[in-house]
Antibody, heavy 121, light 107 residues
């Protein structure tokens, strides 16, 4: 059974960089059928797509965050990562990683449990 | 960017009811529409993809349909475990936007 697990600091100071890793188990991150993505959810609010990455390293970012986002993948460790720079309180959210099944259509079919990141001094 | 608008924002219903949630796209997205269910404190779960295809393991009481830029999620007979928040999401073009959610509550 595929599992995704987010990890990283739960508290980040304003203006610093948020760094999260999603470790994939029960399947290979190098499969050609899947992308891998990050989605966030501010407390009590809806879902926002942050970006997606392919095992080759190709990335697609939400233009609203593009200037601050960097995603990377490490196939040897079967994980992918998110960096969000210059964070503010508005970046406080639950951050989810997800697998994206891509076969013409594109859907987030497996999700991690999420990790809450709070931006505060 | 494509805007996704769900209606209603909240809905009260009883076990056994037939429930319909609507999602409207701001432009044509063909059938590139997914539906997710989210329970409190949990990650979203994929229910329907490509507007009307049922994700493996999802009960058949869930169904999806489309008419132009309007998409519908129907639950044919509500079960206690269906009370949750439902989100639509377009996968037609980046940025891949979600609707604002519909909270389904027990009447």
């Amino acid at each position: 059974q595929l599992q995704l697990q987010e990890s990283g600091p739960g508290l980040v100071k304003p203006s610093e960089t948020l760094s999260l890793t999603c470790t994939v188990s029960g399947g290979s991150i190098s499969s050609s059928t899947y992308y891998w993505g990050w989605i966030r959810q501010p407390p009590g609010k809806g879902l926002d797509w942050i970006g997606s990455i392919y095992y080759s390293g190709s990335t697609y970012y939400n233009p609203s965050l593009k200037s601050r986002v960097t995603m990377s993948v490490d196939t040897s460790k079967n994980h992918f990562s998110l960096k969000l720079s210059s964070v503010t309180a508005a970046d406080t959210a639950m951050y989810y990683c997800a697998r994206i099944f891509w076969s013409g259509y594109y859907q987030f079919d497996y999700w991690g449990q999420g990790t809450l990141v709070t931006v505060s001094s | 960017d494509i805007q996704m608008t769900q209606s209603p924002s909240s809905l009260s219903a009883s076990v056994g009811d037939r429930v319909t949630i609507t999602c409207r796209a701001s432009q044509s997205i063909s059938s590139y529409l997914n539906w997710y269910q989210q329970k409190p404190g949990k990650a979203p779960k994929l229910l329907i993809y490509a507007a009307s295809s049922l994700q493996s393991g999802v009960p058949s009481r869930f169904s999806g349909s489309e008419s132009g830029t309007d998409f519908t999620l129907t639950i044919s007979s509500l079960q206690p475990e269906d009370f949750a928040t439902y989100y639509c999401q377009q996968s037609y073009s980046s940025p891949y936007s979600f609707g604002q959610g519909t909270k389904l509550e027990i009447k």
